[in-house]
């Protein structure tokens, strides 16, 4: 798949100046190393692309971390050493074969297991030699889930290529367990877009939509390019010109789903399902939630993960999902029978005549098939509504 040009890229004026920085510094023999943080989907792959378009004359080195191969020792140095397999095995042995060996270019006659620190230090001998030659540009993304020999390994080399044409990027998901410190390092945090770039990176989608649907579409995607690219795609040609109704939860694409969903799979089941009733409800009152959860049987520390893995945030007796994106993929990421069960619960703890139209919603939203008495409450409550005047809020209005 080709990857996309420089000018697919929508804002991020100051990230491509810190890049263009660093690949001209390099360029001129004055090595640096720059890390990009940032959420899934917030384009840290897409700076990455622009550094190699950048970076004429250079070599451009890439390695991908992939969790499933985060406990193969020295996996993530493959993409960055074969390339330069020649260079590698024309060094004399006492500065090639440990690394050599690590990487499989060669047979392990030192130890069955290479010396750390060694691998560390010929890769950096092994990336200054090359870079004699051409300047180096070195792209790693998805850093937290690169095994920690390799990416202890490029992080040494990183800190001390100051006076060689080497260039390193290193792509980090921000928040990601099991996270990657990089100390001695600058750092920069990738942001989502602001809303005139939000707006002008939903055009592309060449979709005709409604201004309340672009509306609606820039909220659930907080400036999140992947979720501005992708969210469209989950609705039909009437839903996104406003001749039919939204659903009261955008359907996520598998992609999204999996870029948000797998942080939440990692959490104790009795988190998830806490999380589940936060998600449910659409006022993000913490009292409410974990008066549900307690009919449940959930403890009251059971959202206490979540909050750790900084998935949500709660202050003032608010419960605030760290992105629109991360509330969508709870609910929309579980089964229909724990939904049911989470309105249900968040129902009953909402009693008082105070409650009533919030407490209808979510009696309605646990109703799989058609019940007279909840339609004609959810009729009284619509008019209670329209009583209340045109700017009033609905009681479930969709999830934020």
Do not use: C
């Not at 989950?234 to 694409?253: F, M, N, V, W």
């Amino acid at each position: 798949m080709p990857r996309p040009r420089t000018s697919a890229l929508i804002g991020r004026d100051r990230e491509r100046a810190e890049i263009d920085t660093l690949l001209r510094r390099a360029a001129a023999g004055e090595g640096g190393a720059l890390v990009l943080r940032g959420e899934p989907g917030i384009g840290k792959t897409a700076l990455l692309d622009h550094a190699a378009t950048r970076a004429a004359g250079a070599a451009v080195l890439r390695t991908t971390g992939i969790e499933q191969e985060s406990n193969l020792a020295f996996s993530g140095l493959y993409g960055l050493v074969n390339p330069l397999a020649d260079t590698l095995l024309a060094l004399p042995a006492a500065r090639s074969a440990t690394l050599a060996a690590a990487t499989g270019l060669s047979e392990a006659t030192e130890s069955a297991v290479p010396d750390r620190f060694r691998v560390a230090t010929q890769l950096m001998m092994l990336l200054a030699s090359a870079a004699e030659r051409r300047p180096l540009v070195i792209h790693v993304d998805d850093a937290q889930w690169q095994d920690r020999p390799s990416s202890d390994a490029v992080l040494f080399a990183a800190r001390r290529l100051r006076a060689e044409a080497v260039a390193v990027l290193i792509a980090v998901r921000d928040g990601e367990p099991p996270g990657l410190p990089t100390p001695g390092l600058d750092e920069l945090l990738v942001e989502g877009l602001t809303e005139p770039e939000a707006t002008a990176l939903l055009a592309r989608a060449e979709k005709d939509l409604a201004p309340t649907v672009r509306t609606r579409l820039l909220t659930e995607a907080h400036g999140n390019p992947l979720a501005l690219m992708e969210l469209p795609v989950s609705l039909s040609e009437e839903q996104l010109r406003g001749d039919a109704p939204l659903p009261e939860t955008i359907p996520l694409t598998p992609r999204i789903r999996r870029m948000f969903h797998e942080r939440v799979e990692r959490l104790p089941e009795t988190t998830r399902a806490a999380l589940v009733l936060a998600a449910a409800d659409n006022t993000g009152d913490a009292a409410v939630v974990l008066r549900a959860a307690a009919t449940l049987d959930l403890p009251g520390d059971a959202l206490d993960a979540a909050e750790h893995a900084g998935l949500i945030h709660t202050h003032g007796g608010r419960i605030t999902f760290r992105h629109p994106l991360v509330r969508a993929a709870v609910y929309d990421g579980t089964t229909l029978s724990r939904r049911r069960d989470a309105h249900q619960a968040l129902a009953r703890a909402l009693p008082g005549q105070e409650n009533t139209d919030r407490r209808v919603w979510h009696q309605a939203l646990a109703t799989v098939e058609y019940d007279e008495g909840i339609a004609a409450a959810l009729e009284e409550s619509a008019r209670r509504a329209t009583r209340r005047g045109p700017h009033a809020t609905a009681p479930g209005g969709r999830l934020r």
